[in-house]
Structures are given as C-alpha cells and as structure tokens.
T-cell receptor, first 114, second 110 residues
C-alpha cells in the first residue's frame, strides 16, 4: 500500500495484560521503525528493522518489549505484562532506504493501560 | 537520550506572519528532516536537508542548516491557520536512527 497502516487505532489493557500492535509498512520499503510518544511530547526510538532483521534495538526495554517483522506479515510490537507507564501512542514508520530518504509514519496506536 | 532540542517550545502568531523555529543537535548527522504533527496524529514529512546543504526551500518553507553550530531553523512564511500544529526536527546519523527534537507547538491565529 501507499501508506503505513497501523492497527488497532486504540487499545486498552489492564495492568499486567499483553498488548500487541501491528504495522504494515509501505510496499517496497526496506526499513521499519517503531517509536513511542508520551503525552504528545518527544518521540522515543524503540527499534528498527531492515527487512526482517533487527537493525537497531537500542531503545527497546527488553524485559517486556519485543518486535518482529516477518516476510509477508505485518510487523508487530508486543508488550508483555503492561504497566501504567506504557500508556502512549506508538508510531510505526517505514522508509525506502536508510540514508537521505524520508520516513513515512502511520497514524499510531494509542495504548491505554488502566 | 533525545538528540534535538527545539525552541521555542510554543509559538503563537497571527495569520500572515512568519514563524521561525530552531533545532539544535549534538552529534554529526547525515541529514536533518522536519516533520509536522497535527493533534497527536502521525507525522507528516515536510523537508529534508542533507549535511552538505546549507539552505533548502519548499513552497512556503525555508530550512537552513549550520553544521558548525549543529543547528537548523525552519521558517514558515505567510502562515495560515492550517499551519497550526507541532513541528519536530529529526536528525539521521550513521545508524539511520531518526532522533527527534522536543517539538515546537505553533498556533496561528486567524
């Protein structure tokens, strides 16, 4: 598709429950990025993929967060045992190449942990 | 940690005026990009300036880059109410990770 599609738009989870977010990058884009935005403020980098391989995962809280980008499937970001502070909007972006190209962002998934 | 710092944090101007926002960053970069975000929705790409460029224009947007000062500015001329949004700079370095600034909230009053 011509846009980055994120599902669901909204997700509510009780503390301790699992949350799974999905992202379909633009067809032909090799790079996928996940960001977390809390309270409409700064975007925190979580992880990036080059095709199905993890490219940079320096932003991932590894104890509870995991992500995958498998061939012919949407990419996913999973949070085990959610905490209140995980409440945020999670954005996915894709780009055609790594350098000197723009990243296209999805509309985000708003996760609310209650 | 967040690379970019933007100022001002918030800016309120009248329609027709120009808006200038600034971004400073800490390390060497491949390029710097500006994005707009409306009401917590997804980011929309505005303009990309490479590290060997000093100035770039796109419509009513003008971006400058000073790598010696590690800073960039975004100028929106003849602003419109529809320009009301948050504006973020993002730097891209060797690891191809987009590092975002803290954002400037622009309000254009009709």
């Amino acid at each position: 598709g011509e846009e980055v599609a994120q599902t669901p738009k909204h997700l509510v989870r009780g503390e301790g429950q699992k949350a799974k977010l999905y992202c379909a990058p633009i067809k032909g884009h090799s790079y996928v990025f996940w960001y977390q935005q809390v309270l409409k403020n700064e975007f925190k980098f979580l992880i990036s993929f080059q095709n199905e391989n993890v490219f940079d995962e320096t932003g991932m809280p590894k104890e509870r967060f995991s992500a995958k980008c498998l061939p012919n499937s949407p990419c996913s970001l999973e949070i085990q045992a959610t905490k209140l502070e995980d409440s945020a909007v999670y954005f996915c972006a894709s780009s055609q190449a790594a350098a000197n190209t723009e990243a296209f962002f999805g509309q985000g998934t708003r996760l609310t942990v209650v | 940690s967040q690379q970019g710092e933007e100022d001002p944090q918030a800016l309120s101007i009248q329609e027709g005026e120009n808006a200038t926002m600034n971004c400073s960053y800490k390390t060497s970069i491949n390029n710097l990009q500006w994005y707009r975000q409306n009401s917590g929705r997804g980011l929309v790409h505005l303009i990309l300036i490479r590290s060997n460029e000093r100035e770039k224009h796109s419509g009513r947007l003008r971006v400058t880059l000073d790598t010696s000062k590690k800073s960039s500015s975004l100028l929106i001329t003849a602003s419109r109410a529809a320009d009301t949004a948050s504006y973020f700079c993002a730097t891209v370095s060797g690891t191809y990770k987009y590092i975002f600034g803290t954002g400037t909230r622009l309000k254009v009053l009709a």
